[in-house]
């Protein structure tokens, strides 16, 4: 019922930035947050910024200062504007909706593909 496709992801020196997008699309009926998770190998996923539908965020603290994550209502689309990259922020990068899709009777998450984010030392 809902699609995500996500872009933005590559290959980039500590200290560069790059900048993730991810489109939602199909029978939204409303959107309550959006957000990006990562998840390393070896390790579990983990939260990186959420925004809710009236622009609140949330960040975790190994990011904060350095990513910023925003959204374009309109387009139901959600970026991730990461500079300062370090190696330790190297994982696949997941993009998450949640929310109403049209006759649905509860919120529903779905899940990008993911787009790998590597940074070298």
């Known amino acids: 019922q809902v699609q995500l496709v996500e872009s933005g992801g590559g290959l980039v020196q500590a200290g560069g930035s790059l900048r993730l997008s991810c489109a939602a699309s199909g029978s939204i009926f409303s959107t309550d947050a959006m957000g990006w998770y990562r998840q390393a190998p070896g390790k579990q996923r983990e939260l990186v910024a959420v925004?809710?539908?009236?622009?609140?965020?949330n960040y975790v603290d190994s990011v904060k200062g350095r990513f910023t994550i925003s959204r374009d209502n309109a387009k139901n689309t959600v970026y991730l504007q990461m500079n300062s990259l370090k190696p330790e922020d190297t994982a696949v990068y997941y993009c998450?909706?949640?929310?109403?899709?049209?006759?649905?009777?509860?919120?529903?998450?779905?899940w990008g593909q993911g787009t790998q984010v590597t940074v070298s030392s």
């Open positions: 925004i809710t539908n009236s622009g609140s965020t």
């Open positions: 998450k909706w949640s929310g109403y899709y049209f006759r649905s009777d509860r919120e529903y998450d779905y």
